[in-house]
Antibody
Framework: EVQLVESGGGLVQPGGSLRLSCAAS????????MSWVRQAPGKGLEWVAN????????YYVDSVKGRFTISRDNAKNSLYLQMNSLRADDTAVYYC???????????WGQGTLVTVSS | EIVLTQSPGTLSLSPGERATLSCRAS???????LAWYQQKPGQAPRLLIY???TRATGIPDRFSGSGSGTDFTLTISRLEPEDFAVYYC????????FGGGTKVEIK
């Protein structure tokens, strides 16, 4: 059974940092692109970043470029999102998701809440 | 960046009725890279349709997708009580973007 489990969310002050993790099981994570998607309270879905199978390519939504870094450790079947210089508008539930070749996201974690507030 | 516009914002229907949801792209999207998701309150999104018209594993056949170019449609042939939720379209051509969502609510 494919499972994705996020962790690392919490309350952080504006300008602070947080590192999210996503533990994958039930499939060979090194065979898939992986994505992070976020959802602000009461709002829609926003793709944040994705990373190629071997970590050689990574892409970001403009609003997080230069502040967030996506990475992966295939030996540990884990995906990460390092978030720096956090702002109030980064407050959201962050989901990790497995990305198919078509770009669709076929498995999602349960999400981890990040709250940026003083 | 390709912008996806979903309409209507809210659809009020009764169980058993047909639901037709629209997703319009600001520029042409390859049909191979258009997907639809369902999200219920407090849950992660669930993939319904990928490649514009292919149902994901375990998705009932009352859900169907169609369209090409800039206009795509998700149809639910007969609404079941569990289908009342928010639906999002998503493209993966130029980057990856989601539409704003359509809420299907009980009338």
């Amino acid at each position: 059974e494919v499972q994705l489990v996020e962790s690392g969310g919490g309350l952080v002050q504006p300008g602070g940092s947080l590192r999210l993790s996503c533990a994958a099981s039930g499939f060979t994570s090194s065979s898939y692109w992986m994505s992070w998607v976020r959802q602000a309270p009461g709002k829609g879905l926003e793709w944040v970043a994705n990373i190629k199978q071997d970590g050689s390519e990574e892409y970001y939504v403009d609003s997080v470029k230069g502040r967030f870094t996506i990475s992966r450790d295939n030996a540990k079947n884990s995906l990460y999102l390092q978030m720096n210089s956090l702002r109030a508008d980064d407050t959201a539930v962050y989901y990790c998701a497995r990305q198919r070749g078509s770009g669709s996201l076929d498995y999602w974690g349960q999400g981890t809440l990040v709250t940026v507030s003083s | 960046e390709i912008v996806l516009t979903q309409s209507p914002g809210t659809l009020s229907l009764s169980p058993g009725e047909r639901a037709t949801l629209s997703c319009r792209a600001s520029q042409s999207v390859s049909s191979s890279y258009l997907a639809w998701y369902q999200q219920k309150p407090g849950q992660a999104p669930r993939l319904l349709i990928y490649a514009a018209s292919t149902r994901a594993t375990g998705i009932p056949d009352r859900f169907s997708g169609s369209g090409s170019g800039t206009d795509f449609t998700l149809t639910i042939s007969r609404l079941e009580p569990e289908d009342f939720a928010v639906y999002y379209c998503q493209q993966y051509g130029s980057s990856l973007t989601f539409g704003g969502g359509t809420k299907v609510e009980i009338k």
